[in-house]
């Protein structure tokens, strides 16, 4: 406990820093985040949760969910084009249930959203890149909690790779998108 609290108030030395790096991204971005990423804020409104400074070329990835009769889920990207070398993946859930993102390289061809599901509506994870940390890099689960943020940064090459959700129903839900790499 001394630990996680140690971490937030070393976090909020640098709200006003990371708030400014990551606002910048927004606003320099040659592809911005939809209209509506003005309510963003790091950390998703986490008490305590401040995204550290991220290396290379930031891309938002929005996770979220509508209860309805039949489940509408959705993971938005922005921007969906970036170049090749390192790239940190902000993952912000606006959902009212935990999501998670995960990365996949996609072969020629391949479509997101077209996995194989298994029996425990999951596609498998072999081939993997990664996942983005869980819940502000807080959480001893691995998903990122309703309105919280999880990060993660790659150095990708050349290509097409699909970023989704892979809890129960999600992926099957429509919670999967492509991120091109030039």
């Known amino acids: 406990m001394e630990v996680a609290r140690a ?7 640098t709200v006003a820093m990371t708030a400014f790096s990551v606002g910048t991204v927004a606003v320099t971005d040659p592809s911005p ?3 509506h990423h003005s ?5 998703g409104g ?3 949760c401040d995204v550290p400074p991220l290396a290379g070329r930031r891309v938002m990835v929005q996770l979220q969910d ?40 996609l ?3 391949q479509r997101a959203g077209q996995r194989a599901l298994r029996g425990d509506d999951r596609i498998d994870e072999r081939g993997s890149l990664g996942e983005a940390t869980p819940t502000c890099g807080l959480s001893t689960s691995d998903v990122i ?18 970023l989704l959700c892979n809890l129960p129903g999600h992926y099957r839900a429509g919670m999967s998108s492509v991120l091109e790499v030039k």
């Open 7 to 13: 971490y937030l108030l070393a976090g909020a030395a």
């Open 33 to 35: 985040w939809p209209q």
């Open 39 to 43: 309510s963003w804020r790091p950390g």
């Open 46 to 48: 986490d008490p305590g």
């Open 66 to 105: 509508r209860r309805t009769r039949a489940d509408t889920m959705s993971l938005r990207v922005a921007p969906r084009t970036v170049p090749s070398g390192t790239v940190s993946l902000l993952a912000l859930n606006r959902g009212g249930r935990a999501h998670e993102l995960a990365v996949f390289p």
């Open 107 to 109: 072969s020629e061809g």
């Open 145 to 162: 909690a309703a309105g919280a943020s999880g990060w993660l940064t790659l150095t990708l090459r050349p290509g097409r790779y699909e």
